[in-house]
């Protein structure tokens, strides 16, 4: 009976919890579905309006900004275009990177590596000045490149990737060697297919990353073309339904490539244990 | 010049230990050599250098009549047999026995071929489409060698594949590999602490000690005439008794007893090294035994006690005879069956 009671409550706090955070969220969603004169009489709404479809295609192609050069569908395009980049090059980086510092025989490996790891002190806001510069020289100011490349190089990434090689055993690269295996074949048939899990998981963590972005491309688009949708969030105007609405779409993508790659994050570690 | 030759090898590791002196060695096509030592002794690394995971600090290793210290493992055409086995854990036994001919750029068919051939020889054609991670300890074992045999190498190196297994399944494998190897008919060069597998797997033995080989030759060579006091020690189980003792006009005193005699011209002090095989009871005897402890094998008693002066001393008599314990024991050595060692070289001197 206790133990009915114990575990009722901390069920119930947990339920406090999840409306704490999902109630909000509903409520945008609800309120998103009405006509914006309803909104703005009656405020916030808990339940479902029959403005769905008329509300979310108005904004998705809405043609917005300044000289309306705009809409949100493009935005979405740059933030995925961006957030892909920045996560496959930046996975791409770390494990090549990763892969020198432990299996090459560099000197000062160790040293090299922790001078890559304090760059976790230095965030992009505060290298911001220089990095536009040498993105201003390099011609890449207002370009998808130019959106993705500065903030492509993860610490956090490559410390993952060698802490993991580190724990491969050292038979396996011999054992490939006499099979054959030059350091290129080690690299694509054992430490990538090893550390797919890892992979996968990175890859989720730099989309996001790289998606929720905002001061840095503010800075460096200056056209429109650009926009990613974390910009829009700010730049928005328009009705507040229709704020609403983008707000609810800016949440799709990054829910969408958790479920979507956490499958195979899943599948990966059952499949190796 | 044989078919593997090393000359004059020598490794010394960038923190200045000397894991290897001046080493030569030959083996012949087909032979099966085991280097046997203690832990440490330079054995591994010995074996690595043939297969190109070690530089080669001085010296020269030639194989099928090809120098091949600056060869690349991966070109060097060995297989290799690991303690662990290292497996690839990411790919089914199939993909693990063809990858090394996959990266030789053989055509599907023959690798298939191939696999097959060698995975029937194995018994593990059942098991082709599972991961490492799901075979017991011998499968893995079976696909190690396997992952050696279908590349047909000019030489195997086994680095103590067999350690890691349990007391029953490792002499079972033992066997296996011995057929194999007779079957296949390639050169192999198999490391190992235990010389029990040591002597039953070689066809030559080299027994090595503080990075050089101490001694060379067939196991029973070995067995009966060991050249040195850590080879008498290291080969033949239960370890051989060694007393100490002193020569003087061809007259060894040891213990409690003489030897009259002796086939030697050295004077001083000495070893003398029984096996504990090589005693029986009789009434006319050297030694006298106290007995502490009785270890009954079935086939064998090993039988632990002193001597005299408190030394431990071990006989080993039929398993059909009792002793008790706290029995005294009078015994002889057969046949004048006994090694004199001098103490201060440790070289044989009789």
């Given amino acids: 009976m206790t133990r009915f009671i114990t575990s009722s409550f901390s069920h119930l706090i947990l339920l406090i919890g999840i409306l704490i955070m999902v109630v909000p969220v509903w409520m945008i969603f609800a309120s998103s579905t009405h006509t914006s004169s309803m909104i703005n009489m009656n405020g916030l709404q808990m339940f479902l309006g029959d403005s769905f479809y008329e509300n979310y295609l108005r904004v998705l192609l809405y043609q917005g900004g300044f000289f309306k050069e705009i809409t949100a569908l493009k935005m979405f395009f740059n933030s995925f275009i961006m957030a892909t980049g920045v996560a496959i090059l930046s996975v791409v980086t770390s494990l090549m990177a990763a892969y020198a510092l432990v299996y090459y025989r560099i000197k000062y490996a160790t040293l090299l590596f922790w001078i890559i790891f304090i760059t976790i002190l230095v965030p992009l806001e505060l290298r911001i000045f220089p990095t536009y510069s040498v993105m201003a020289e390099l011609n890449l100011v207002n370009s998808y490149f130019g959106l993705i490349v500065p903030i492509s190089a993860s610490a956090i990434a490559t410390l993952f990737f060698r802490q993991f090689y580190k724990t491969v ?10 099979d054959g295996a030059n350091t290129w074949r080690f690299f694509v048939d054992f430490l990538i297919p090893l550390s797919k899990t890892m992979i996968v998981a990175m890859l989720i963590f730099m989309f996001v990353f790289g998606y929720n972005q905002y001061l840095w491309p503010l800075l460096v688009t200056t056209s429109e073309q650009y926009w990613t949708v974390v910009m829009g969030l700010k730049m928005m105007s328009g009705s507040i339904v229709h704020r609403f609405a983008f707000v609810m779409m800016s ?5 969408l490539i958790i479920i979507v790659l956490q499958k195979y994050f899943i599948k990966g570690v059952f499949q190796d244990k | 010049m044989s078919f593997l030759d090393l000359k004059n090898v020598t490794k010394i590791y960038p923190n200045g230990t000397k894991a290897v002196h001046e080493t030569s060695l030959s083996v012949d096509e087909g032979e099966f050599m085991v280097f046997v030592g203690p832990s440490g002794c330079g054995k591994s690394t010995l074996l690595r250098m043939v297969a190109g995971l070690e530089d080669i600090t001085e010296g020269d290793i030639n194989l099928d009549g090809k120098l091949i210290n600056e060869v690349d493992p991966s070109e060097r055409d060995v297989a290799m047999v690991f303690q662990n086995y290292a497996l690839y854990p990411h790919m089914n036994v199939y993909n693990n026995l063809a990858y090394g001919l996959k990266n030789r750029g053989i055509d599907k068919e023959t690798i298939e071929q191939k696999v097959n051939d060698a995975a029937k020889l194995l018994q593990i054609s059942d098991y082709l489409q599972r991961k490492p991670s799901m075979l017991s300890g011998g499968q893995r074992q079976r696909v190690a060698m396997g992952r050696a045999i279908v590349r047909n190498p000019k030489i195997f190196l086994f680095d103590e594949p067999l350690s890691n297994l349990d007391a029953k399944l490792r002499i079972q494998m033992r066997l296996e590999i011995k057929k194999l190897q007779q079957k296949v008919g390639v050169t192999s060069i198999f490391v190992t602490h235990d010389q029990v597998e040591a002597m039953t797997l070689a066809d030559r033995l080299a027994v090595i000690n503080n990075g050089i080989i101490e001694q060379l030759g067939t196991p029973i060579e070995i067995y009966d005439n060991p050249k040195s006091l850590f080879v008498a020690g290291f080969i033949g189980s239960p370890q051989m008794n060694f007393l100490d003792g002193n020569i003087k006009n061809k007259t060894l005193s040891a213990e409690s007893f003489e030897i009259k005699d002796i086939d030697s011209d050295f004077e001083g002090e000495v070893k003398l090294g029984i096996r504990p095989e090589h005693l029986s009871q009789s009434e006319n005897s050297l030694i006298n035994l106290k007995v502490d402890l009785v270890e009954q094998l079935g086939s064998d008693n090993l039988v632990y006690g002193q001597l ?43």
């Fill in chain 1, 169 to 178: 055993p050292d038979e396996l690269l011999e054992s490939a060697k006499l």
């Fill in chain 1, 251 to 255: 949440m799709v993508p990054p829910i």
């Fill in chain 2, 308 to 350: 005299k002066d408190k030394k431990d001393f071990c006989y080993r008599c039929p398993g059909n005879l009792t002793i008790e314990k706290g029995a005294d024991l009078s015994l002889n050595i057969e046949n004048n069956k006994y090694y004199i060692f001098d103490k201060s070289t440790g070289k044989r001197v009789n």
